[in-house]
């Protein structure tokens, strides 16, 4: 069973970046596709940006695209979301998870067998 543990969050004023990380645990990291949610209060969790197995292949929501770019390294289990021009819009606890579904399912989050427990972002307007 993998375990996910995220970090990286905090507060950041908008126009600003931060970098959040998942560190994978307990199997083998480099089967999964690895993608990272967000939940604003009040609100669903969304799709933020997903990655295949070999890195090569990146997916993004269109208000990630241009401002956020995920990685990640399967020789160290870590995927990371590198967050550029920050919003407020942005706030959210977001959410790092890994699945072995069709690269077509990627947006939804119950696609996903395993989760971390979340890292607050809040950008300050």
């Known amino acids: 069973q993998v375990q996910l543990v995220e970090s990286g969050g905090g507060l950041v004023q908008a126009g600003g970046s931060l970098r959040l990380s998942c560190a994978a645990s307990g199997g083998t990291f480099s089967p999964y596709i690895m993608a990272w949610f967000r939940q604003a209060p009040g609100k669903e969790q969304e799709f933020v940006a997903a990655?295949?197995?070999?890195?090569?292949?990146?997916s993004y929501a269109d208000f990630a695209r241009g401002r956020f770019i995920i990685s990640r390294d399967n020789a160290k289990n870590t995927v990371s979301l590198q967050m550029n021009t920050l919003k407020p819009e942005d706030t959210a606890v977001y959410y790092c998870?890994?699945?072995?579904?069709?690269?077509?399912?990627?947006?939804?989050?119950?696609?996903?067998?395993?989760w971390g427990q979340g890292t607050q972002v809040t950008v300050s307007s």
């Open positions: 998870a890994a699945g072995k579904k069709e690269w077509a399912l990627r947006r939804l989050n119950k696609e996903y067998d395993y």
């Open positions: 990655i295949m197995k070999s890195g090569g292949i990146v």
